[in-house]
């Protein structure tokens, strides 16, 4: 039997549109979105359905929209093979993500998830307008070079490596003056940038005070113990301990995102991926650190 991994996007993947047809054709995406909007208190399902594209991609509504829109996508798959949901044995998520992934596993309810999520995007917002910065992925460049870039631009404010995504795709966050000067930098050395379109330097210091605020709402969500292993963000391993992993939430805000050393420890294990929720990113991530490994997306398009 072929072991199976699943995997859940993070904050970008959004998309005007997404989880509609998921809601029009099953009715248990449909009750995740119901819920949703009584515990927002805003009509999510709407604004992921019909826009603007402004509002659904600031943070505080990307973020809950990303994780409602793929636990939808995960209900489609359960209702049209439910064995294979059932049998997933590893799990993780990219940056947000991973709070879709603990749900899948166990250690929250969907209710108590999406709360956690709703402060966790309110407060990186609130974090975010304090200090204009911003994130900008460096491509085609060896680790060593884009190291030396972050030294260099780091003479004009805070700025350093956020995401370790897959070979010569690492992504820089700091303050708006930096990521200008590494953009500079970037093509200087002969690589390749992409400014990315979110509201700050998510997974620095500059999201404090991002952190404390989530601890405490982690503090009262019960947690559970996750019924199969769930790679964390900060340290590339899984965790059972439900306190264990409550720090690692709180430390990935202002933690780089180790989804390349994650990937490659799932590669050794899993057969066949499957990519649940909007957009197709980590299957492109996943060309380049292992291109022949079996994977499928999942979402409004199908199960492709």
Same mark, same amino acid.
Request: with cysteine; aromatic share 6%; glycine share 8%.
């Given at each position: 039997? @072929?072991?199976?991994?699943? *995997?859940?996007? /993070?904050?970008?993947?959004?998309? =005007?549109?997404? #989880?509609?047809?998921?809601? $029009?054709?099953?009715?248990?995406?449909?009750?995740?979105?119901?819920?949703?909007?009584?515990?927002?208190?805003?009509?999510?399902?709407?604004?992921?359905?019909?826009?603007?594209?402004?509002?659904?991609?600031?943070?505080?509504?990307?973020?809950?929209?990303?994780?409602?829109?793929?636990?939808?996508?995960?209900?489609?798959?359960?209702?049209?093979?439910?064995?294979?949901?059932?049998?997933? @044995?590893?799990?993780?998520? *990219?940056?947000? /993500?991973?709070?879709?992934?603990? =749900?899948?596993? #166990?250690?929250?309810?969907? $209710?108590?998830?999406?709360?956690?999520?709703?402060?966790?995007?309110?407060?990186?917002?609130?974090?975010?307008?304090?200090?204009?910065?911003?994130?900008?992925?460096?491509?085609?460049?060896?680790?060593?070079?884009?190291?030396?870039?972050?030294?260099?631009?780091?003479?004009?404010?805070?700025?350093?490596?956020?995401?370790?995504?897959?070979?010569?795709?690492?992504?820089?966050?700091?303050?708006?003056?930096?990521?200008?000067?590494?953009?500079?930098?970037?093509?200087?050395?002969?690589?390749?940038?992409?400014?990315?379109?979110?509201?700050?330097?998510?997974?620095?210091?500059?999201?404090?005070?991002?952190?404390?605020?989530?601890?405490?709402?982690?503090?009262?969500?019960?947690?559970?113990?996750?019924?199969?292993?769930?790679?964390?963000?900060?340290?590339?391993?899984?965790?059972?301990?439900?306190?264990?992993?409550?720090?690692?939430?709180?430390?990935?805000?202002?933690?780089?995102?180790?989804?390349?050393?994650?990937?490659?420890?799932?590669?050794?294990?899993?057969?066949?991926?499957?990519?649940?929720?909007?957009?197709?990113?980590?299957?492109?991530?996943?060309?380049?650190?292992?291109?022949?490994?079996?994977?499928?997306?999942?979402?409004?398009?199908?199960?492709?």
């Amino acid at each position: 039997m @072929s072991t199976i991994g699943f *995997l859940f996007p /993070g904050q970008g993947a959004q998309h =005007v549109g997404m #989880g509609k047809s998921l809601a $029009e054709n099953y009715p248990a995406a449909r009750a995740l979105f119901d819920k949703a909007n009584d515990i927002l208190g805003y009509d999510l399902a709407q604004l992921c359905f019909d826009g603007p594209a402004e509002k659904l991609d600031t943070t505080e509504v990307s973020q809950p929209a990303i994780y409602v829109a793929s636990l939808a996508a995960l209900e489609m798959l359960r209702a049209e093979q439910s064995s294979l949901v059932e049998s997933c @044995s590893l799990t993780a998520g *990219l940056s947000l /993500g991973e709070y879709t992934a603990l =749900v899948f596993a #166990g250690v929250m309810s969907f $209710e108590d998830g999406l709360k956690v999520v709703k402060c966790r995007g309110e407060a990186m917002q609130a974090a975010s307008e304090k200090t204009p910065s911003g994130m900008v992925s460096a491509l085609l460049l060896e680790d060593e070079q884009i190291e030396a870039i972050c030294r260099q631009a780091s003479e004009v404010g805070e700025i350093r490596i956020a995401n370790r995504l897959c070979p010569s795709n690492r992504v820089l966050s700091g303050t708006k003056a930096a990521c200008t000067r590494a953009m500079q930098l970037i093509e200087e050395a002969g690589g390749r940038f992409i400014e990315l379109t979110v509201a700050g330097a998510f997974h620095t210091n500059i999201m404090k005070p991002a952190d404390d605020q989530l601890a405490a709402v982690l503090a009262e969500t019960p947690f559970a113990s996750p019924r199969i292993p769930v790679y964390s963000n900060v340290d590339a391993a899984t965790h059972s301990d439900p306190d264990e992993i409550r720090k690692l939430l709180v430390r990935q805000v202002i933690s780089p995102v180790l989804w390349e050393d994650s990937m490659r420890l799932m590669t050794a294990a899993v057969d066949e991926f499957y990519e649940i929720g909007p957009g197709k990113v980590l299957k492109g991530l996943m060309k380049r650190i292992d291109r022949k490994k079996p994977f499928k997306t999942v979402n409004d398009a199908g199960i492709l």
